[in-house]
């Protein structure tokens, strides 16, 4: 298993290290939208370890590449999905392992064409206008 870690925040420091320590782990830390899209694309899975997270781009984003996410129960990330599209778990090390097994056991391609599938309906265009209609006009 290989680590992709993406970002800035207050790990980055932490993750550098990590990265010339560990050959499986790989910090990029910030990319463009474009150089996300590819990130995700040569991703099997994303993990959202985030316990404060509100309703994460990085949710819809890894979705609509097709790819399932793992998420904690915490925050608004998990309400996000159906459970069949990934994981959402009490962040623990041990739950994280577990959850990325249980999704290698997956029928990688069907799931990912679940997980496309379910945000192309539920995250597009006209859902966005009709929350904004809704909410704040």
Same mark, same amino acid.
């Given at each position: 298993?290989?680590?992709?870690?993406?970002?800035?925040?207050?790990?980055? +420091?932490?993750? =550098?290290?990590?990265?010339? =320590?560990?050959?499986?782990?790989?910090?990029?830390?910030? =990319?463009?939208?474009?150089?996300?899209?590819?990130?995700?694309?040569?991703?099997?899975?994303?993990?959202?370890?985030?316990?404060?997270?509100?309703?994460?781009?990085?949710?819809?984003?890894?979705?609509?590449?097709?790819?399932?996410?793992?998420? &904690?129960?915490?925050?608004?990330? !998990?309400?996000?999905?159906?459970?069949?599209?990934?994981? !959402?778990? +009490?962040?623990?090390?041990?739950?994280?392992? +577990?959850?990325? #097994?249980?999704?290698? !056991? +997956?029928?990688?391609?069907?799931? #990912?064409?679940?997980?496309?599938?379910?945000?192309? =309906? &539920?995250?597009?265009?006209?859902?966005?206008?009709?929350?904004?209609?809704?909410?704040?006009?």
């Amino acid at each position: 298993i290989k680590f992709i870690f993406v970002g800035l925040g207050v790990l980055s +420091e932490y993750l =550098k290290v990590s990265s010339q =320590k560990y050959t499986n782990v790989l910090y990029l830390g910030e =990319k463009s939208r474009e150089e996300l899209v590819e990130i995700y694309n040569i991703s099997d899975m994303v993990i959202l370890p985030s316990t404060e997270e509100g309703s994460s781009l990085v949710v819809i984003e890894a979705l609509s590449c097709g790819r399932p996410v793992i998420v &904690t129960n915490k925050g608004c990330s !998990k309400d996000m999905f159906p459970d069949d599209l990934g994981r !959402k778990i +009490e962040p623990t090390k041990q739950n994280i392992i +577990e959850a990325i #097994r249980q999704l290698q !056991k +997956e029928d990688f391609n069907q799931l #990912r064409q679940r997980c496309r599938e379910f945000a192309l =309906k &539920t995250y597009n265009r006209d859902n966005f206008n009709k929350i904004l209609e809704t909410y704040l006009i």
